[in-house]
């Protein structure tokens, strides 16, 4: 072979080695949180603040993929401590041993609209089951026999109790619960003790912090993946959909409608009769109390009637329709809470027992957690704290960081980890003397510290 044409051939094939791994590292593969370290999941009990260790390991536990789809094996079990579940749920979150067939290059659904389901809908990055706003239970016009009331149960399918309403006592702090084992998130996955009005107080003994923690300021990480195979972020997004315009809160385009009756539908057609308005049964109890204002859709960061937008983000710098975890102001929940009440894309998603093609394993991605904008991205609250001190990191944690805590003389007092997947961490300040601390962190090869007050 000419020597110029060995070199040629030879730059060819490096230039194809690069593009083929290049391709390989594509954010619906790398964006999973893979359990490299063995993490377990936790779980409380009621009654008791100290969690138990579970022999299940977290997160996601492999990645294959073929040309077409990508294949997720994962138990269902988060790092962050998951229950108590204090609405008489006598389930716990249990293995799935589950297999998630997910298309790597998904389409829109240009025919009739698909309905999103009860039961999973999508997966979230650490391998725990997304459903949409429903909680399988529906308005029933019969007598209680026994309350001498109308009963909800599996009844007209007229009007369907929204889950994030109607089951809030039954959420542990990260915001989920289990249905018959299958831990799942029915909405934006961060810690109820995160909000900017708590309006639940499960944290206050049952601390735990959710697959992230909301950030103003910067894009929200991406977070799963849909039945359909298209993306899921946080709640806040590039304002227009070329990635102009700063940074702001994805809205919804539906809102509650004024009735204070429920025997018509949102077009305005009879139906069977609901429970009137009341505090028992406030505006937002039951899905047909929202309607889509399509005025507000037009506006560039309210989102259509799926609850997303085609859009360009930072692990998709050519845009890609992503669906998106909206909330209020206050960071509350905002319907339809992530998916729905339709897919934008052809639903091709599938939970498998067995992998029927060849696939190749996907190499988790072993990211280098650097310490530039340390303090935007890690905080420490309260300070003056009295009984705990939370260490939060603002991002989806894709390794374990230590963390210490010294008094100013320099003696270990404690230390901690903050787990692959989980952004939270907590020292207990009960019994600390009144004073300043500092609380040392170890990211990488370097070190950042945070000065704290302890006031009892």
């Known amino acids: ?156 399918g007229v009007w ?28 934006n996955p961060s810690a109820f003790g995160l909000d900017l009005d708590v309006i639940s107080n499960v944290c206050d003994l049952y601390a735990s912090d959710g697959l992230y923690a909301i950030d103003s300021t910067q894009h929200s990480p991406l977070l799963g993946f849909t039945y359909d195979g298209f993306p899921i972020y946080g709640a806040y997004a590039f304002k227009n959909a070329d990635g102009t315009g700063g940074i702001t809160r994805m809205k919804s385009s539906y809102a509650l409608r004024n009735i204070t009756v429920r025997n018509t539908n949102a077009a305005g057609n009879t139906v069977t009769a609901g429970p009137p308005v009341s505090a028992t049964y406030p505006l937002g109890y039951f899905r047909e109390d929202y309607q889509y204002n399509t005025t507000s859709a037009a506006t560039p960061d309210f989102l259509d009637e799926h609850n997303g937008r085609f859009c360009i983000t930072p692990e998709y710098p050519n845009g890609i329709y992503c669906y998106f975890t909206t909330v209020k102001e206050n960071w509350n929940s905002a319907y339809p809470y992530v ?37 935007n991205t890690l905080v420490t609250y309260p300070n003056p704290a009295n009984d705990v001190v939370g260490i939060q990191w603002k991002n989806v944690n894709k390794g374990n960081i230590a963390i210490e805590l010294y008094d100013l003389s320099g003696k270990l007092i404690s230390t901690t980890e903050m787990k692959q997947g989980s952004s939270l961490a907590y020292f207990d300040t009960r019994n600390l003397y009144n004073g300043a601390y500092i609380i040392r962190v170890k990211i990488g090869n370097e070190l950042v510290t945070k000065r704290i007050s302890v006031l009892h």
């Open 160 to 187: 369907n109790r929204d889950a994030v309403v109607g089951e809030r006592l039954g959420f542990d702090c990260a915001k989920a619960h289990p249905a018959m084992g299958n831990y799942h998130h029915h909405q």
């Open 339 to 375: 998916v729905g009440p339709t897919f934008y894309g052809r639903r091709t998603a599938s939970k498998v027992t067995t992998i029927n093609e060849t696939v190749q394993t996907f190499a988790p991605v072993i990211t280098k957690i650097s310490s530039e904008n340390t303090e």
């Open 1 to 156: 072979m000419n020597r110029n044409l060995h070199f040629k051939f030879i730059v060819l094939l490096a230039m194809l080695k690069i593009c083929t791994v290049t391709a390989q590292i594509t954010p619906e593969l790398s964006s999973w949180l893979q359990n490299t370290t063995g993490i377990m999941g936790r779980h409380y009990v009621a009654g008791n603040s100290t969690p138990i260790q579970d022999n299940v390991l977290a997160n996601v536990q492999t990645v294959q993929y073929s040309d077409s789809f990508m294949y997720v094996s994962t138990k269902g079990i988060p790092a962050y401590i998951t229950g108590p579940f204090q609405d008489g749920n006598p389930s716990l979150a249990t293995n799935q041993n589950a297999i998630f067939k997910i298309s790597r290059f998904p389409v829109q659904n240009t025919g009739t609209p698909t309905n999103t389901t009860g039961g999973n809908i999508g997966v979230f990055i650490n391998g725990v089951a997304l459903f949409d706003y429903r909680d399988g239970v529906s308005w029933k016009n019969s007598s209680n026999s026994l309350a001498g009331g109308p009963l909800m149960g599996m009844g007209d």
